[in-house]
């Protein structure tokens, strides 16, 4: 059972333009959600998240979009650099029942110069 | 620099042979995560542990995997005996009780031949 889903194994850009990366969820508990990046042979590395009070969370390049009726959420980057291209990793916590951290399949982000 | 160290990071063993990760979590951090990289499923919950006490090891095969926690410095993940579908990367993270993100270690490569 996925609670968390990314139905884009890879996403592919060109420099300077937006990435989009999509998120599904299914526990309507979860109230914390995380991206992570992961480059290859490293462990993944946290980059943004966002709580279930909020619709929408921005650092720099990355915001985070969080549509709580749709169970969706997704990473925006803009603009893109060949330097973002790695795997992706949404997760997602329900902290008030002990924050188990699930996370999804991943999304292969290559930008192109 | 505090950062969440796992060793080996590569390890090639036989089938039917114990093998035995290990992982010194970030000091003071009191929740602590094992997780399997795979293509299909891409970073599976193994277990997890708070204070030292094990909250949930559902992800596990219990028939040959067991996590456990000796001391606040380490978290050990045990797989016998190991089969060739064991073979994949293995993560630790920590992270406080509420916490915001949880920080990764490098990853354990298991080859089971």
């Known amino acids: 059972d996925q609670q968390v889903k990314q139905n884009s194994p890879s996403l592919s850009v060109q420099e300077g333009r937006i990435s989009i990366l999509n998120c599904d969820y299914t526990?309507?508990?979860?109230?914390?959600f995380l991206w992570y990046k992961k480059y290859p042979a490293e462990g993944p590395t946290f980059l943004i998240s966002?709580?279930?009070?909020?619709d929408k969370n921005e650092d720099g390049r990355f915001t985070v979009f969080l549509n709580k009726s749709a169970k969706h959420l997704s990473l925006h980057i803009v603009p893109s650099q060949p330097g973002d291209s790695a795997v992706y990793f949404c997760?997602?916590?329900?902290?008030?029942?002990?924050?188990?951290?699930?996370f999804g399949q991943g999304t292969e982000l290559s930008v192109k110069p | 620099d505090a950062r969440v160290t796992q060793t080996p990071r590569h390890k090639v063993t036989e089938m039917g042979q114990e093998v035995t990760m290990r992982c010194q979590p970030i000091?003071?951090?009191?929740?602590v995560f094992w997780y399997r990289q795979t293509m299909m499923q891409g970073l599976e919950l193994l277990a997890y542990?708070?204070?030292?006490?094990?909250?949930?090891d559902s992800g596990m095969p219990k028939d040959r995997f067991s996590a456990e926690m000796p001391d606040a410095t380490l978290a050990t993940l045990k797989i016998q005996p190991s089969e060739p579908r064991d073979s994949a990367v293995y993560f630790c993270?920590?992270?406080?009780?509420?916490?915001?993100?949880?920080?990764f270690g490098q990853g354990t490569r298991l080859t089971v031949v």
């Open positions: 542990f708070r204070n030292r006490a094990p909250l949930d």
């Open positions: 997760a997602a916590s329900a902290r008030n029942q002990g924050g188990k951290l699930i």
């Open positions: 526990n309507s508990m979860f109230d914390y």
């Open positions: 966002i709580s279930s009070i909020k």
């Open positions: 000091l003071g951090h009191n929740t």
């Open positions: 993270a920590s992270g406080l009780q509420g916490f915001t993100e949880a920080f």
